[in-house]
């Protein structure tokens, strides 16, 4: 249908210049010009006058066949333009090939009129810089991936500016204000609207449909977006596109009339109610549409007074149906029956429904025709289709691209990215200060890659799955802070079986490595039934491993009032989260004993850093010690040793933890205070207002001992807990620990960033500082 199309529009443009072109060669004759002028032709012989006339006539019968034939073929193509919308259902194949919707043979013939033969039925274009205004509803841990792969496929094909208006609750605007702050897209402008707000617009409207109250949310964009947007394009979150999203915008200019809505027709039989027996879909327009990518002419849609539309007949439609089974598109589509004339139908390419049954399969025949695949059904990418694999490897293509590349610049248009919704996340003037700082470093510098790492602006991904925790109403929680790589990711499951209290952890993945390890957490018993771990994604960029940012990270997101300062490699012993809350103030009740000391530490209104002793194991199948007595017996036969004692005995370095003062802990039944000393690492509780780590510190050495020396600047007591332990495990080492003692340039750069510390530690701090320096010269 569509190579017939375009041949009769060719023909109809083509047909007058070849005959403007014939009766051009007409006027020469043996190489000379033959004017047909009669004041030229009275200079030449009655011969040749006579040829003249016999010439014309014959031109002038050649060109009334032309006329004809021309007005024949536009005959033929208003019919194909002009058939209504009972003939495309009649005749799908050829209805879903063709380029254009419905609506559109005027703008089609004007322009062939017009004779533009190089733009044939072309649509209007874009402006290089007019924003693209984008609309999604989205609520919840596992919609915000969603959101991320969608907005992956838009921005990979963009070339204008883009503002995205994101209908969020709660957590999916933290998550997603953090994730567009962090992401830094040129041209990228995102603002969010309340989702809890909105609930009583649409509660009152019983749902069946899986997306719950949010999936009616699109019934108030009028009333939810700015007065002042005029065009709106709506999509699903399981949407993927395969196009520029500038050519969907460009359809706006299609619509006539009292046109508001553009839909594509739905592709399964769900409104003609044969899918089942007593099967009773609300009313449609024949096969109704799908409300997946809507296109929204909201200022129209206000001056009819949308809002009062949809409510009357959502009212009217529940008095027999009592719920809706597709959230808003049941109600959009009876408003549609009611109405006709507000629908420019898309052709179904904008749309291509992957769910159970359709008929999707008829909206392509080859790779160019595909330009928004919709995975529409609760089963997802398991759909079943003829094309499912080339359709599942297009959106896992996405899934794991790296969205650093996504940064790229639109040139000749603004460069400002901004995000709005949350006063926590407007940080937009802190993050071109750092750009700033950034642009100031020596490049020559032989340490600057050290340097620039500080001011990196890594994307991040707060809770990748889904969170669920309420701290203990006595203020006594603790979470346990980590922070892991990929290599680490077998460490998992065994500090959720040691730990059962919350957990934060920032994991330092590529894009293709959280999907790995997304199928790894889902695949495991373990994790899968512990809600009250919050996994914070950092996604990979520079050449060092960010520790520093990493904790900051995790610390940043706990609620609980206290957190456990510790390594993925590290198991805690069994009980030690319960021990904690009974040494923390305030929580008498978990053990009466008075020795627990519960008065003496009251961390809530003192700077005070419990230190948990560490030890560690040389062997990788370990019998993990119950207690502190097991655990004693087991370092006087060698199993285990104070940390780093080994590396100390080999090396003769001195040892990060001694001052924790491990023969006084053998014996120790009450918590006793330490001193700080030089190369100091303890792994502490403290409260969750305790001063961040340094970012200057990355990949191997002195991350956590300047964190602890700035603890002590701050005058925090250390404080030994006599009954508490923890163990390292021995794993391969790390890549950046291989290039601290391969490469020589990495220990310069590190001793330098140390001294720099020390000096802005002796300006923050003032003559208290200056041990640090002594106790550094003299180790």
């Given at each position: 249908?569509?190579?017939?199309?375009?041949?009769?529009?060719?023909?109809?443009?083509?047909?007058?210049?070849?005959?403007?072109?014939?009766?051009?060669?007409?006027?020469?004759?043996?190489?000379?010009?033959?004017?047909?002028?009669?004041?030229?032709?009275?200079?030449?012989?009655?011969?040749?006058?006579?040829?003249?006339?016999?010439?014309?006539?014959?031109?002038?019968?050649?060109?009334?066949?032309?006329?004809?034939?021309?007005?024949?073929?536009?005959?033929?193509?208003?019919?194909?333009?002009?058939?209504?919308?009972?003939?495309?259902?009649?005749?799908?194949?050829?209805?879903?090939?063709?380029?254009?919707?419905?609506?559109?043979?005027?703008?089609?013939?004007?322009?062939?009129?017009?004779?533009?033969?190089?733009?044939?039925?072309?649509?209007?274009?874009?402006?290089?810089?007019?924003?693209?205004?984008?609309?999604?509803?989205?609520?919840?841990?596992?919609?915000?991936?969603?959101?991320?792969?969608?907005?992956?496929?838009?921005?990979?094909?963009?070339?204008?500016?883009?503002?995205?208006?994101?209908?969020?609750?709660?957590?999916?605007?933290?998550?997603?204000?953090?994730?567009?702050?962090?992401?830094?897209?040129?041209?990228?402008?995102?603002?969010?609207?309340?989702?809890?707000?909105?609930?009583?617009?649409?509660?009152?409207?019983?749902?069946?449909?899986?997306?719950?109250?949010?999936?009616?949310?699109?019934?108030?964009?009028?009333?939810?977006?700015?007065?002042?947007?005029?065009?709106?394009?709506?999509?699903?979150?399981?949407?993927?596109?395969?196009?520029?999203?500038?050519?969907?915008?460009?359809?706006?200019?299609?619509?006539?009339?009292?046109?508001?809505?553009?839909?594509?027709?739905?592709?399964?039989?769900?409104?003609?109610?044969?899918?089942?027996?007593?099967?009773?879909?609300?009313?449609?327009?024949?096969?109704?549409?799908?409300?997946?990518?809507?296109?929204?002419?909201?200022?129209?849609?206000?001056?009819?007074?949308?809002?009062?539309?949809?409510?009357?007949?959502?009212?009217?439609?529940?008095?027999?149906?009592?719920?809706?089974?597709?959230?808003?598109?049941?109600?959009?589509?009876?408003?549609?029956?009611?109405?006709?004339?507000?629908?420019?139908?898309?052709?179904?390419?904008?749309?291509?429904?992957?769910?159970?049954h359709t008929r999707s399969e008829q909206c392509y025949r080859d790779v160019s025709d595909l330009k928004v695949i919709h995975w529409n059904s609760p089963k997802k990418l398991r759909v079943k289709n003829k094309h499912v694999e080339f359709f599942r490897n297009l959106y896992l293509t996405f899934l794991e691209y790296d969205g650093n590349l996504l940064r790229r610049e639109l040139f000749g248009c603004p460069t400002v990215f901004s995000v709005t919704g949350t006063a926590e996340f407007e940080k937009t003037v802190v993050r071109l200060h750092f750009l700033k700082q950034l642009s100031e470093l020596d490049e020559d510098d032989l340490c600057y890659e050290f340097r620039r790492e500080r001011f990196t602006v890594h994307r991040t991904h707060l809770y990748f799955l889904h969170y669920e925790f309420e701290p203990a109403a006595d203020n006594t929680d603790v979470t346990l802070v980590a922070q892991l790589s990929m290599d680490r990711l077998q460490m998992l499951e065994a500090i959720c079986k040691h730990w059962e209290g919350p957990i934060s952890l920032a994991l330092?993945?590529?894009?293709?490595?959280?999907?790995?390890?997304?199928?790894?957490?889902?695949?495991?018993?373990?994790?899968?039934?512990?809600?009250?771990?919050?996994?914070?994604?950092?996604?990979?960029?520079?050449?060092?491993?960010?520790?520093?940012?990493?904790?900051?990270?995790?610390?940043?997101?706990?609620?609980?009032?206290?957190?456990?300062?510790?390594?993925?490699?590290?198991?805690?012993?069994?009980?030690?989260?319960?021990?904690?809350?009974?040494?923390?103030?305030?929580?008498?009740?978990?053990?009466?004993?008075?020795?627990?000391?519960?008065?003496?530490?009251?961390?809530?209104?003192?700077?005070?850093?419990?230190?948990?002793?560490?030890?560690?194991?040389?062997?990788?199948?370990?019998?993990?010690?119950?207690?502190?007595?097991?655990?004693?017996?087991?370092?006087?036969?060698?199993?285990?040793?104070?940390?780093?004692?080994?590396?100390?005995?080999?090396?003769?370095?001195?040892?990060?933890?001694?001052?924790?003062?491990?023969?006084?802990?053998?014996?120790?039944?009450?918590?006793?205070?330490?001193?700080?000393?030089?190369?100091?690492?303890?792994?502490?509780?403290?409260?969750?207002?305790?001063?961040?780590?340094?970012?200057?510190?990355?990949?191997?050495?002195?991350?956590?001992?300047?964190?602890?020396?700035?603890?002590?600047?701050?005058?925090?007591?250390?404080?030994?807990?006599?009954?508490?332990?923890?163990?390292?495990?021995?794993?391969?080492?790390?890549?950046?620990?291989?290039?601290?003692?391969?490469?020589?340039?990495?220990?310069?750069?590190?001793?330098?960033?140390?001294?720099?510390?020390?000096?802005?530690?002796?300006?923050?701090?003032?003559?208290?500082?200056?041990?640090?320096?002594?106790?550094?010269?003299?180790?």
């Open positions: 249908g569509r190579r017939k199309f375009l041949a009769a529009s060719l023909t109809l443009l083509c047909i007058p210049a070849i005959t403007w072109i014939y009766l051009f060669a007409g006027n020469f004759e043996d190489g000379k010009p033959v004017s047909l002028s009669p004041l030229e032709s009275q200079a030449h012989s009655p011969r040749y006058m006579a040829s003249s006339h016999r010439e014309r006539e014959s031109l002038e019968v050649r060109v009334r066949e032309v006329e004809e034939e021309n007005r024949s073929l536009r005959r033929q193509l208003n019919l194909a333009q002009g058939q209504g919308p009972s003939h495309r259902r009649a005749n799908h194949s050829k209805t879903y090939s063709m380029e254009e919707g419905t609506g559109d043979s005027e703008n089609l013939r004007a322009s062939i009129v017009a004779g533009n033969s190089s733009e044939c039925g072309q649509q209007p274009a874009v402006e290089k810089c007019e924003t693209i205004h984008v609309a999604i509803v989205c609520a919840g841990y596992n919609a915000s991936r969603d959101v991320v792969t969608l907005v992956k496929s838009v921005l990979f094909h963009r070339r204008n500016p883009l503002h995205f208006h994101l209908i969020a609750d709660s957590i999916a605007e933290q998550i997603l204000a953090m994730l567009f702050q962090t992401w830094m897209v040129p041209a990228v402008r995102v603002d969010f609207y309340n989702a809890d707000e909105l609930k009583s617009e649409v509660s009152w409207i019983p749902n069946k449909h899986y997306s719950g109250i949010y999936g009616l949310m699109k019934l108030v964009l009028t009333k939810t977006l700015p007065a002042n947007l005029e065009r709106v394009i709506v999509l699903d979150t399981d949407i993927t596109f395969a196009t520029d999203i500038a050519e969907l915008w460009a359809v706006f200019h299609k619509f006539k009339g009292q046109q508001v809505l553009g839909l594509v027709e739905n592709q399964s039989d769900w409104y003609l109610g044969n899918l089942w027996k007593n099967h009773r879909p609300w009313p449609a327009l024949g096969r109704g549409y799908n409300t997946g990518v809507i296109l929204l002419l909201l200022d129209k849609l206000r001056k009819m007074k949308w809002e009062q539309m949809w409510r009357l007949t959502a009212e009217r439609e529940l008095m027999g149906m009592l719920s809706t089974s597709l959230a808003d598109q049941d109600i959009f589509n009876a408003v549609i029956k009611q109405n006709p004339f507000l629908v420019y139908q898309l052709p179904c390419f904008w749309n291509v429904q992957l769910s159970d330092y993945l590529s894009d293709a490595e959280a999907q790995q390890f997304l199928r790894y957490a889902q695949g495991s018993e373990v994790l899968m039934s512990r809600h009250n771990v919050g996994y914070h994604i950092v996604y990979k960029e520079g050449q060092f491993y960010p520790v520093n940012l990493l904790r900051n990270v995790a610390m940043k997101h706990i609620s609980t009032p206290y957190m456990f300062l510790s390594d993925i490699d590290f198991l805690p012993m069994y009980g030690l989260y319960e021990y904690l809350r009974a040494n923390l103030e305030g929580n008498k009740h978990v053990d009466p004993n008075p020795r627990k000391s519960v008065i003496q530490l009251d961390l809530a209104n003192t700077k005070k850093a419990m230190i948990v002793p560490a030890f560690e194991t040389l062997r990788y199948r370990l019998s993990f010690p119950k207690s502190k007595a097991e655990l004693l017996s087991m370092l006087d036969m060698g199993t285990l040793f104070t940390f780093r004692e080994y590396e100390r005995r080999k090396e003769q370095v001195v040892p990060g933890h001694a001052p924790t003062n491990f023969a006084k802990w053998r014996t120790a039944t009450m918590p006793y205070r330490v001193e700080w000393e030089a190369d100091f690492e303890p792994y502490v509780v403290v409260r969750r207002d305790c001063p961040e780590y340094d970012r200057r510190f990355v990949g191997f050495g002195w991350n956590k001992v300047a964190h602890i020396m700035e603890l002590d600047a701050q005058e925090y007591e250390f404080t030994v807990l006599p009954n508490a332990y923890m163990i390292h495990m021995p794993h391969a080492p790390s890549f950046d620990i291989t290039k601290f003692r391969s490469n020589k340039q990495y220990r310069i750069c590190l001793k330098t960033l140390k001294e720099e510390f020390q000096q802005d530690m002796s300006r923050r701090y003032g003559f208290a500082a200056l041990k640090y320096l002594t106790a550094e010269n003299n180790s």
